[in-house]
T-cell receptor, first 115, second 112 residues
Framework: DQQVKQNSPSLSVQEGRISILNCDYT??????FLWYKKYPAEGPTFLIS?????DKNEDGRFTVFLNKSAKHLSLHIVPSQPGDSAVYFC??????????????FGQGTILTVHP | NAGVTQTPKFRVLKTGQSMTLLCAQD?????MYWYRQDPGMGLRLIHY???????AKGEVPDGYNVSRLKKQNFLLGLESAAPSQTSVYFC???????????FGSGTRLTVV
C-alpha cells in the first residue's frame, strides 16, 4: 500500500521552460509535505516544504502547490536549468501523535533538463 | 562541516556474512532514521530512533537490527546478509516533529 505516489518515473524538459513534478497521497493524516532533490552518489537534500494549512509555498525558482481535497501536490521549477537534472522525491509526514517525524517517500521522478 | 556521516560508502558481502553500518551526526538531533532505496520503490524506512537508548521498527525492519547507545550515533546491523538486502542505505537525522531530514551520502551494499 503505497501512501505517497509519484506516477511519472521520468520527465524531460528544455532549459528555460517550466518543470512540473507531481505527487499524490492517500493518507489524510499527512499534514506536511516536502520535496527532496538527489544527485547520483549523494544523499537527498531538502528543497522545499509546505504545511497543510497552506496551498502554496514559493522559494526562488521553486514553488510547491498543495490541493488537499485532491490529495495532490506539485513542484514547479521555473525556469528550469541543466543543474536541476536530478531525482526528485516527494515526502509526507504527520505532525501529531506518535509519528516521531517519520516521513513516507514517493518513488522519485528523474528530471532531465536539456540545454 | 556539520552533517550526517555514513561509513562505509561501499561494501560487498557474501550471503550469510554480517556487518554494521555506522551513522554519525553532529547537529545534536534527537531523531535518527535508516532508510533503504531500491529502484522503483523510493525510500523505505527500516528503523528509527527518537532519542538515545530508544529504537523502533519502521516499514521494512526484517533482517536488520539497530542500536543508539549515544545520541550522535545510530548503527544498523545485518546479522546474516541476504541478496534481497542489496540496496543503497541512507541514514537521516531530524530536529523533531514537522522538521525535514538531513541525509548522509549513503552506503551502497551488494550481497552476493
Amino acid at each position: 500500500d503505497q501512501q505517497v505516489k509519484q506516477n511519472s518515473p521520468s520527465l524531460s524538459v528544455q532549459e528555460g521552460r517550466i518543470s512540473i513534478l507531481n505527487c499524490d497521497y492517500t493518507n489524510s493524516m499527512f499534514d506536511y509535505f516536502l520535496w527532496y532533490k538527489k544527485y547520483p552518489a549523494e544523499g537527498p537534500t531538502f528543497l522545499i516544504s509546505i504545511s497543510s494549512i497552506k496551498d502554496k509555498n514559493e522559494d526562488g525558482r521553486f514553488t510547491v502547490f498543495l490541493n488537499k481535497s485532491a490529495k495532490h501536490l506539485s513542484l514547479h521549477i521555473v525556469p528550469s536549468q541543466p543543474g536541476d537534472s536530478a531525482v526528485y522525491f516527494c515526502a509526507a509526514g504527520s505532525a501529531g501523535g506518535t509519528s516521531y517525524g517519520k516521513l513516507t517517500f514517493g518513488q522519485g521522478t528523474i528530471l532531465t533538463v536539456h540545454p | 562541516n556539520a552533517g550526517v556521516t555514513q561509513t562505509p560508502k561501499f561494501r560487498v558481502l557474501k550471503t550469510g556474512q554480517s556487518m554494521t553500518l555506522l551513522c554519525a551526526q553532529d547537529m545534536n538531533h534527537e531523531y535518527m532514521y535508516w532508510y533503504r532505496q531500491d529502484p522503483g520503490m523510493g525510500l523505505r524506512l527500516i528503523h528509527y530512533s527518537v532519542g538515545e537508548g530508544t529504537t523502533a521498527k519502521g516499514e521494512v525492519p526484517d533482517g536488520y537490527n539497530v542500536s543508539r547507545l549515544k545520541k550522535q550515533n545510530f548503527l544498523l546491523g545485518l546479522e546474516s546478509a541476504a541478496p534481497s538486502q542489496t540496496s543503497v542505505y541512507f541514514c537521516a537525522s531530524s530536529y523533531g516533529q514537522s522538521h525535514g531530514y538531513t541525509f548522509g551520502s549513503g552506503t551502497r551494499l551488494t550481497v552476493v
